[in-house]
Protein backbone atom coordinates (compact mmCIF):
# COMPACT_ATOMS: atom_id res chain seq x y z
CA UNK A 1 0.00 0.00 0.00
CA UNK A 2 2.97 2.25 -0.04
CA UNK A 3 4.16 4.72 -2.58
CA UNK A 4 0.64 6.47 -3.41
CA UNK A 5 2.03 9.80 -3.29
CA UNK A 6 0.88 10.77 -6.48
CA UNK A 7 -2.30 8.82 -6.51
CA UNK A 8 -3.19 10.43 -2.67
CA UNK A 9 -2.39 14.08 -3.98
CA UNK A 10 -4.61 13.80 -7.36
CA UNK A 11 -7.66 12.44 -5.37
CA UNK A 12 -7.22 14.08 -2.48
CA UNK A 13 -6.91 17.72 -4.02
CA UNK A 14 -9.82 16.74 -6.47
CA UNK A 15 -12.02 15.49 -3.80
CA UNK A 16 -11.06 18.39 -0.97
CA UNK A 17 -12.13 20.80 -4.03
CA UNK A 18 -15.46 19.50 -5.32
CA UNK A 19 -16.19 19.15 -1.23
CA UNK A 20 -15.29 22.62 -0.37
CA UNK A 21 -17.33 23.91 -4.06
CA UNK A 22 -20.21 21.76 -3.26
CA UNK A 23 -20.83 24.78 -0.42
CA UNK A 24 -20.79 27.23 -3.48
CA UNK A 25 -23.36 25.29 -5.06
CA UNK A 26 -25.65 24.76 -1.96
CA UNK A 27 -24.85 29.04 -1.73
CA UNK A 28 -26.61 29.23 -5.67
CA UNK A 29 -29.24 26.87 -5.84
CA UNK A 30 -30.15 28.98 -2.74
CA UNK A 31 -29.87 32.99 -4.02
CA UNK A 32 -31.54 31.83 -7.00
CA UNK A 33 -34.71 29.26 -6.31
CA UNK A 34 -35.35 31.24 -2.50
CA UNK A 35 -34.39 34.81 -2.41
CA UNK A 36 -31.51 36.90 -1.29
CA UNK A 37 -33.26 36.76 2.54
CA UNK A 38 -33.37 33.03 2.70
CA UNK A 39 -29.93 32.50 1.44
CA UNK A 40 -28.51 34.54 3.89
CA UNK A 41 -29.87 32.36 6.30
CA UNK A 42 -28.45 29.21 4.75
CA UNK A 43 -25.07 30.47 4.63
CA UNK A 44 -25.14 31.69 8.33
CA UNK A 45 -25.95 28.56 9.25
CA UNK A 46 -23.76 26.53 7.12
CA UNK A 47 -20.90 28.74 8.55
CA UNK A 48 -22.11 27.80 11.61
CA UNK A 49 -22.23 24.51 11.38
CA UNK A 50 -18.51 24.42 9.86
CA UNK A 51 -17.45 26.20 13.43
CA UNK A 52 -19.56 23.54 15.45
CA UNK A 53 -18.32 20.68 13.04
CA UNK A 54 -14.60 21.38 14.71
CA UNK A 55 -16.26 20.48 18.18
CA UNK A 56 -17.06 17.39 16.44
CA UNK A 57 -13.95 16.36 14.94
CA UNK A 58 -11.88 17.93 18.33
CA UNK A 59 -8.11 17.63 17.56
CA UNK A 60 -8.46 16.30 14.31
CA UNK A 61 -7.54 13.48 11.35
CA UNK A 62 -4.15 14.75 11.73
CA UNK A 63 -3.78 14.32 15.51
CA UNK A 64 -5.32 10.91 14.41
CA UNK A 65 -3.06 9.89 11.78
CA UNK A 66 0.17 11.35 13.74
CA UNK A 67 -0.38 9.80 16.84
CA UNK A 68 2.64 8.58 18.39
CA UNK A 69 0.67 6.79 21.07
CA UNK A 70 -0.12 3.01 20.17
CA UNK A 71 -1.89 2.06 23.14
CA UNK A 72 -4.19 4.55 21.98
CA UNK A 73 -6.14 3.30 18.95
CA UNK A 74 -8.44 4.16 15.81
CA UNK A 75 -11.76 2.77 18.02
CA UNK A 76 -11.14 5.26 20.68
CA UNK A 77 -10.69 7.95 18.08
CA UNK A 78 -14.38 6.80 17.02
CA UNK A 79 -15.89 6.56 20.74
CA UNK A 80 -14.85 9.91 21.05
CA UNK A 81 -15.65 11.15 18.25
CA UNK A 82 -19.49 9.84 18.64
CA UNK A 83 -19.14 11.88 22.17
CA UNK A 84 -17.73 15.22 20.64
CA UNK A 85 -20.77 14.75 17.69
CA UNK A 86 -23.39 15.09 19.98
CA UNK A 87 -21.84 17.51 21.52
CA UNK A 88 -22.49 19.75 18.23
CA UNK A 89 -25.95 19.17 18.29
CA UNK A 90 -26.86 20.41 21.76
CA UNK A 91 -24.62 23.42 21.17
CA UNK A 92 -26.35 24.08 18.04
CA UNK A 93 -29.65 24.12 19.55
CA UNK A 94 -28.32 26.10 23.23
CA UNK A 95 -27.13 28.92 20.65
CA UNK A 96 -29.73 29.06 18.50
CA UNK A 97 -32.16 29.45 21.91
CA UNK A 98 -29.34 32.37 23.07
CA UNK A 99 -29.58 34.11 20.24
CA UNK A 100 -33.58 33.86 19.83
CA UNK A 101 -34.16 33.18 16.43
CA UNK A 102 -37.29 32.22 15.09
CA UNK A 103 -37.79 28.45 14.44
CA UNK A 104 -37.65 28.39 10.65
CA UNK A 105 -33.76 29.77 11.29
CA UNK A 106 -33.46 27.02 14.38
CA UNK A 107 -34.32 24.39 12.47
CA UNK A 108 -32.03 25.13 9.31
CA UNK A 109 -29.46 25.59 11.85
CA UNK A 110 -29.80 22.33 13.64
CA UNK A 111 -30.33 20.28 10.58
CA UNK A 112 -27.54 21.30 8.72
CA UNK A 113 -25.21 20.82 12.43
CA UNK A 114 -26.47 17.56 12.12
CA UNK A 115 -25.47 16.54 9.00
CA UNK A 116 -21.85 17.93 9.72
CA UNK A 117 -21.99 15.74 12.36
CA UNK A 118 -22.34 12.98 10.72
CA UNK A 119 -19.39 13.92 8.71
CA UNK A 120 -17.52 14.37 11.53
CA UNK A 121 -17.75 10.48 12.70
CA UNK A 122 -16.81 9.51 9.18
CA UNK A 123 -13.80 11.70 9.16
CA UNK A 124 -12.27 8.90 12.23
CA UNK A 125 -12.57 6.23 9.18
CA UNK A 126 -10.89 8.92 6.61
CA UNK A 127 -7.87 9.08 9.12
CA UNK A 128 -7.43 5.32 8.56
CA UNK A 129 -7.23 5.43 5.02
CA UNK A 130 -4.64 7.97 5.48
CA UNK A 131 -2.93 6.00 8.16
CA UNK A 132 -2.79 3.36 5.35
CA UNK A 133 -1.47 5.26 2.64
CA UNK A 134 -4.62 5.24 1.29
CA UNK A 135 -6.09 9.18 1.29
CA UNK A 136 -6.82 8.49 -2.20
CA UNK A 137 -10.15 6.56 -1.10
CA UNK A 138 -11.00 9.71 0.74
CA UNK A 139 -10.66 12.48 -1.84
CA UNK A 140 -13.14 9.65 -4.11
CA UNK A 141 -15.43 9.45 -1.29
CA UNK A 142 -15.51 13.01 -0.97
CA UNK A 143 -15.91 13.75 -4.88
CA UNK A 144 -18.65 11.18 -4.83
CA UNK A 145 -20.58 12.60 -1.93
CA UNK A 146 -20.55 16.33 -3.02
CA UNK A 147 -21.81 15.29 -6.35
CA UNK A 148 -24.66 13.82 -4.76
CA UNK A 149 -25.41 15.86 -2.30
CA UNK A 150 -25.36 18.94 -5.02
CA UNK A 151 -27.42 17.22 -7.21
CA UNK A 152 -29.94 15.94 -4.49
CA UNK A 153 -30.02 19.21 -3.30
CA UNK A 154 -30.96 20.82 -6.56
CA UNK A 155 -33.74 18.19 -7.36
CA UNK A 156 -35.55 18.41 -4.09
CA UNK A 157 -35.19 22.57 -3.83
CA UNK A 158 -36.46 22.70 -7.63
CA UNK A 159 -39.36 20.29 -6.67
CA UNK A 160 -40.31 21.74 -3.46
CA UNK A 161 -38.52 25.55 -2.70
CA UNK A 162 -37.80 24.01 0.61
CA UNK A 163 -34.93 24.57 2.18
CA UNK A 164 -35.69 22.14 5.60
CA UNK A 165 -36.44 19.52 2.86
CA UNK A 166 -33.20 20.29 0.76
CA UNK A 167 -31.12 20.13 3.85
CA UNK A 168 -32.58 16.80 4.83
CA UNK A 169 -31.69 15.13 1.84
CA UNK A 170 -27.80 16.53 2.36
CA UNK A 171 -27.68 13.57 5.55
CA UNK A 172 -29.58 11.12 3.53
CA UNK A 173 -27.39 11.63 0.28
CA UNK A 174 -24.11 11.60 2.65
CA UNK A 175 -25.21 8.13 4.57
CA UNK A 176 -26.05 6.62 1.52
CA UNK A 177 -23.10 6.97 -0.05
CA UNK A 178 -21.31 6.03 3.20
CA UNK A 179 -22.94 2.44 3.19
CA UNK A 180 -22.37 1.85 -0.61
CA UNK A 181 -18.87 3.54 -0.89
CA UNK A 182 -16.77 4.03 2.79
CA UNK A 183 -18.13 1.31 4.56
CA UNK A 184 -17.31 -1.30 2.06
CA UNK A 185 -13.33 -0.05 2.22
CA UNK A 186 -13.73 0.13 5.71
CA UNK A 187 -14.35 -3.46 5.85
CA UNK A 188 -10.94 -4.45 4.37
CA UNK A 189 -9.20 -3.48 7.51
CA UNK A 190 -10.98 -6.15 9.44
CA UNK A 191 -11.13 -3.30 11.93
CA UNK A 192 -12.69 -4.25 15.18
CA UNK A 193 -14.43 -2.17 17.73
CA UNK A 194 -12.43 -2.66 21.11
CA UNK A 195 -14.26 -2.31 24.65
CA UNK A 196 -14.60 1.46 25.46
CA UNK A 197 -11.77 2.81 27.44
CA UNK A 198 -12.61 5.86 29.01
CA UNK A 199 -8.89 6.66 30.03
CA UNK A 200 -7.91 6.70 26.53
CA UNK A 201 -10.72 9.27 25.60
CA UNK A 202 -9.94 11.43 28.52
CA UNK A 203 -6.44 11.29 27.11
CA UNK A 204 -7.69 12.43 23.26
CA UNK A 205 -9.65 15.18 24.51
CA UNK A 206 -7.17 16.21 27.22
CA UNK A 207 -3.97 16.10 24.73
CA UNK A 208 -5.80 16.87 21.95
CA UNK A 209 -7.88 20.17 23.36
CA UNK A 210 -5.06 22.82 21.84
CA UNK A 211 -5.47 21.98 18.84
CA UNK A 212 -9.49 21.78 18.83
CA UNK A 213 -9.05 24.90 20.33
CA UNK A 214 -7.15 26.78 17.74
CA UNK A 215 -8.82 24.99 15.46
CA UNK A 216 -12.12 26.20 16.79
CA UNK A 217 -10.85 29.57 16.52
CA UNK A 218 -9.61 29.15 13.21
CA UNK A 219 -12.99 28.58 11.83
CA UNK A 220 -14.11 31.41 14.15
CA UNK A 221 -11.74 33.42 12.61
CA UNK A 222 -12.99 32.61 8.95
CA UNK A 223 -16.56 33.29 10.29
CA UNK A 224 -16.09 36.38 12.76
CA UNK A 225 -17.87 39.21 9.65
CA UNK A 226 -20.39 36.99 9.40
CA UNK A 227 -21.47 36.79 13.02
CA UNK A 228 -21.26 40.58 12.74
CA UNK A 229 -23.32 40.73 10.40
CA UNK A 230 -25.55 38.79 11.92
CA UNK A 231 -25.47 40.60 14.81
CA UNK A 232 -25.63 44.20 12.77
CA UNK A 233 -26.91 43.79 9.31
CA UNK A 234 -29.83 42.11 7.47
CA UNK A 235 -29.83 38.43 5.98
CA UNK A 236 -29.38 40.22 2.29
CA UNK A 237 -25.33 42.07 3.29
CA UNK A 238 -25.27 38.31 4.92
CA UNK A 239 -25.84 36.69 1.27
CA UNK A 240 -23.51 39.24 -0.11
CA UNK A 241 -20.76 38.62 1.97
CA UNK A 242 -21.20 35.06 1.63
CA UNK A 243 -20.76 35.64 -2.21
CA UNK A 244 -17.43 38.00 -1.90
CA UNK A 245 -16.26 35.57 0.28
CA UNK A 246 -16.57 32.23 -1.02
CA UNK A 247 -13.80 32.38 -3.75
CA UNK A 248 -11.19 32.41 -0.61
CA UNK A 249 -12.45 29.63 -0.37
CA UNK A 250 -10.45 27.67 -3.01
CA UNK A 251 -7.57 29.60 -1.40
CA UNK A 252 -7.83 27.74 2.15
CA UNK A 253 -8.29 24.51 0.33
CA UNK A 254 -5.19 24.76 -1.29
CA UNK A 255 -3.28 24.94 1.65
CA UNK A 256 -5.05 22.10 3.39
CA UNK A 257 -4.97 19.67 -0.05
CA UNK A 258 -1.27 20.95 -0.67
CA UNK A 259 0.14 19.88 2.92
CA UNK A 260 -2.22 16.70 3.55
CA UNK A 261 -0.15 14.38 1.45
CA UNK A 262 2.65 15.26 3.03
CA UNK A 263 1.59 15.04 7.03
CA UNK A 264 3.67 11.44 6.96
CA UNK A 265 6.38 12.79 4.98
CA UNK A 266 6.50 15.59 7.88
CA UNK A 267 6.57 13.03 10.92
CA UNK A 268 9.15 10.68 9.43
CA UNK A 269 11.54 13.36 9.19
CA UNK A 270 10.84 14.29 12.80
CA UNK A 271 11.03 11.39 13.90
CA UNK A 272 14.39 10.43 12.49
CA UNK A 273 15.05 13.85 13.20
CA UNK A 274 16.02 15.38 9.93
CA UNK A 275 14.87 19.08 10.83
CA UNK A 276 16.16 20.21 7.29
CA UNK A 277 13.96 18.13 5.24
CA UNK A 278 11.01 18.98 7.63
CA UNK A 279 12.10 22.87 6.86
CA UNK A 280 11.71 22.34 3.26
CA UNK A 281 8.97 20.75 3.06
CA UNK A 282 6.93 23.89 4.95
CA UNK A 283 9.03 26.07 3.03
CA UNK A 284 8.64 24.70 -0.72
CA UNK A 285 4.68 24.65 0.28
CA UNK A 286 4.39 28.06 1.61
CA UNK A 287 5.90 29.22 -2.15
CA UNK A 288 3.42 27.29 -4.15
CA UNK A 289 0.82 28.72 -2.11
CA UNK A 290 1.87 32.09 -2.93
CA UNK A 291 2.14 31.14 -6.94
CA UNK A 292 -1.40 29.69 -7.07
CA UNK A 293 -2.36 33.03 -4.90
CA UNK A 294 -1.13 35.34 -7.51
CA UNK A 295 -2.50 33.30 -10.03
CA UNK A 296 -5.50 33.54 -8.47
CA UNK A 297 -5.29 36.94 -7.73
CA UNK A 298 -4.88 38.36 -11.04
CA UNK A 299 -7.81 36.06 -12.22
CA UNK A 300 -10.17 37.25 -9.61
CA UNK A 301 -9.50 41.17 -10.32
CA UNK A 302 -10.00 40.74 -13.82
CA UNK A 303 -13.00 38.11 -13.68
CA UNK A 304 -14.12 37.86 -10.17
CA UNK A 305 -16.69 40.06 -10.03
CA UNK A 306 -18.84 39.74 -13.58
CA UNK A 307 -18.37 35.68 -12.81
CA UNK A 308 -20.05 36.12 -9.28
CA UNK A 309 -23.04 38.26 -10.84
CA UNK A 310 -23.52 35.75 -13.54
CA UNK A 311 -23.32 32.68 -11.33
CA UNK A 312 -25.37 34.06 -8.42
CA UNK A 313 -27.58 36.45 -10.58
CA UNK A 314 -26.89 39.67 -7.81
CA UNK A 315 -25.35 42.78 -8.36
CA UNK A 316 -21.95 42.81 -7.00
CA UNK A 317 -19.63 45.83 -8.54
CA UNK A 318 -19.19 48.17 -6.05
CA UNK A 319 -17.86 44.92 -4.11
CA UNK A 320 -14.24 44.56 -5.82
CA UNK A 321 -12.22 45.60 -3.38
CA UNK A 322 -13.91 43.99 -0.89
CA UNK A 323 -13.13 40.40 -3.02
CA UNK A 324 -9.77 41.11 -3.19
CA UNK A 325 -9.42 41.99 0.18
CA UNK A 326 -10.54 38.55 1.11
CA UNK A 327 -9.07 36.72 -1.05
CA UNK A 328 -5.30 38.28 -0.19
CA UNK A 329 -6.56 37.40 3.36
CA UNK A 330 -7.33 33.70 2.07
CA UNK A 331 -3.53 33.16 1.09
CA UNK A 332 -2.32 34.69 4.70
CA UNK A 333 -4.96 32.32 6.16
CA UNK A 334 -3.41 29.66 4.08
CA UNK A 335 0.27 30.13 4.89
CA UNK A 336 -0.74 29.80 8.36
CA UNK A 337 -2.39 26.50 8.03
CA UNK A 338 1.04 24.98 6.10
CA UNK A 339 2.59 26.39 9.18
CA UNK A 340 0.52 25.23 11.79
CA UNK A 341 0.54 21.05 10.27
CA UNK A 342 4.13 21.48 10.93
CA UNK A 343 3.65 22.80 14.34
CA UNK A 344 0.88 20.07 14.65
CA UNK A 345 3.67 17.38 13.55
CA UNK A 346 5.72 18.24 16.52
CA UNK A 347 2.97 19.11 18.74
CA UNK A 348 3.44 22.61 19.57
CA UNK A 349 -0.27 23.28 20.12
CA UNK A 350 -0.73 25.43 23.18
CA UNK A 351 1.47 28.11 21.55
CA UNK A 352 -0.98 28.16 18.61
CA UNK A 353 -4.03 28.65 20.76
CA UNK A 354 -2.41 31.32 22.31
CA UNK A 355 -1.75 33.04 19.17
CA UNK A 356 -5.59 32.30 18.11
CA UNK A 357 -7.07 33.58 21.52
CA UNK A 358 -4.78 36.86 20.43
CA UNK A 359 -6.15 36.96 17.11
CA UNK A 360 -10.25 36.07 18.07
CA UNK A 361 -10.33 39.31 20.42
CA UNK A 362 -8.97 41.55 17.84
CA UNK A 363 -11.18 39.98 14.95
CA UNK A 364 -14.18 40.07 17.37
CA UNK A 365 -13.68 43.42 18.09
CA UNK A 366 -12.73 45.06 14.94
CA UNK A 367 -15.38 43.10 13.09
CA UNK A 368 -18.38 44.80 14.69
CA UNK A 369 -16.74 48.50 14.18
CA UNK A 370 -15.91 48.10 10.23
CA UNK A 371 -19.43 46.02 10.00
CA UNK A 372 -21.72 48.82 11.80
CA UNK A 373 -19.83 51.53 10.11
CA UNK A 374 -18.83 50.37 6.26
CA UNK A 375 -20.76 47.27 6.01
CA UNK A 376 -19.69 44.41 3.41
CA UNK A 377 -15.80 46.14 2.77
CA UNK A 378 -15.90 46.53 6.91
CA UNK A 379 -16.08 42.86 7.04
CA UNK A 380 -13.82 42.20 4.13
CA UNK A 381 -11.36 44.63 5.75
CA UNK A 382 -11.11 43.28 9.34
CA UNK A 383 -11.36 39.68 7.92
CA UNK A 384 -8.11 40.85 5.85
CA UNK A 385 -6.31 42.47 8.49
CA UNK A 386 -7.06 39.52 10.99
CA UNK A 387 -5.66 36.70 8.38
CA UNK A 388 -1.92 39.34 8.22
CA UNK A 389 -1.98 39.50 12.43
CA UNK A 390 -2.47 35.83 12.13
CA UNK A 391 0.17 35.28 9.38
CA UNK A 392 2.71 37.23 11.39
CA UNK A 393 2.01 36.00 14.46
CA UNK A 394 2.63 32.26 13.39
CA UNK A 395 5.99 32.92 11.09
CA UNK A 396 7.45 34.22 14.75
CA UNK A 397 6.32 31.85 16.66
CA UNK A 398 7.78 28.70 13.56
CA UNK A 399 10.88 30.65 13.69
CA UNK A 400 11.68 29.89 16.99
CA UNK A 401 10.06 26.55 17.49
CA UNK A 402 12.33 25.72 14.33
CA UNK A 403 15.85 26.86 16.03
CA UNK A 404 14.61 25.24 18.76
CA UNK A 405 14.43 21.83 17.12
CA UNK A 406 17.38 22.77 15.11
CA UNK A 407 19.55 23.16 18.74
CA UNK A 408 18.28 19.61 19.86
Partial sequence: MKGNLKKNFIWNSIGATINAASSLFFLIIVTRINGVDNAGIFTFAFSTACLLYIVGTYSGRTYQVTEPNKEITDSDYFYTRIFTSLMMIIFAIIFSIIKGYQIDKTVIIVTLVVYKSIESMFDVIYGLFQKNDELYKVGISLFVKAIVQVLSFIIINVITHDLL?????????????FIIYDLRNFKKYNFKFKKINYSHIKHILIFGFWT???TFLTQYLLSAPKYAIDNLLSDEIQTIYGIISMPATIMVLSSQFLSQPFLSSMSSSIKEKKYDIFNSIIIKLIIAL??????????AYIIGIPFLELIYSVKLE???WSLMLV???????GVT???SCGLITVRKTMGQSIIFIIVSIFAFLISNYFVKYDGVFGASLSYFLSMLLLMILYYIFYFFEYKKLKRG
Fill in 318 to 320: PYL
Fill in 165 to 177: LSSLGLIISNLVI
Fill in 290 to 299: FIIGALFSLV
Fill in 327 to 333: IFGAIFF
Fill in 212 to 214: FLF
Fill in 337 to 339: SII
